[in-house]
Structures are given as C-alpha cells and as structure tokens.
Nanobody, 125 residues
Framework: QVQLVESGGGLVQAGGSLRLSCAAS????????MGWFRQAPGKEREFVAA????????YYADSVKGRFTISRDTAKNTVYLQMNSLKPEDTAVYYC??????????????????WGQGTLVTVSS
C-alpha cells in the first residue's frame, strides 16, 4: 500500500505563502487520486483540494479557491499544495490522502484509507 509523508508546514504571517509537499512511496501517484485535507483545533477534518488519478482535473473547497493550487510531479512521486494569500483561519494540521483510480471531486466525499502523518501550518495575524 502507498505510504505518504507530508512536509513544508511552518509559521507564516497573514498574506504569506507556503508550499506543502506529499511524498508517496514507490512511484504510485500515477494510479491514485490525491488530496489535501486539514483539521483545526476543535473542528472536524475538512477537504481542501484534490487532483484526479490521471492528473487531468482538480477540485477545491470554496474556502481556498483562487488561493491554493494542487499539482503533482510524477517523476518525483510527489503532490504539492501551493498556498498563497494565507489567512489566520487557514491554521490547521494539513494531511494528504490517496485513493486508487479516483476522480478529483470524489476525493472530497469518498472514504479514504491512506493518510500521511500531517504537517502543521500556523498563520499569524
């Protein structure tokens, strides 16, 4: 089964940018839909962004549209989340997830079994 490791989190001021990375094991992302989720203290985990298994479509939560971009590099077996114009409400632990042969929009609602350990993003005012 694919294993995922997130990195790139940190502390940034409002309006700043971060790029998160999700490294997948054994050249697997070409067969997996990949998504980013986040969980803030006291809140449920929520969907952020996803890219289809084929890489030909993406899907975003309304709260991040126009600010975040998901992409992948199959040669590096890595999925990225570029986060621009960060807001304090973006503060959360960010997780990546994978599901075989899954479309981007479906990643937001279907049950996902494979998750990374998470990386913390803190946005200060």
């Amino acid at each position: 089964q694919v294993q995922l490791v997130e990195s790139g989190g940190g502390l940034v001021q409002a309006g700043g940018s971060l790029r998160l990375s999700c490294a997948a094991s054994e050249r697997t992302i070409s067969r997996y839909g990949m998504g980013w989720f986040r969980q803030a203290p006291g809140k449920e985990r929520e969907f952020v962004a996803a890219i289809s298994w084929s890489g030909d479509s993406t899907y975003y939560a309304d709260s991040v549209k126009g600010r975040f971009t998901i992409s992948r590099d199959t040669a590096k077996n890595t999925v990225y989340l570029q986060m621009n114009s960060l807001k304090p409400e973006d503060t959360a632990v960010y997780y990546c997830a994978a599901r075989p042969y899954t479309a981007a929009q479906a990643m937001a609602t279907l049950y996902l079994e494979v998750w990374g350990q998470g990386t913390l993003v803190t946005v200060s005012s």
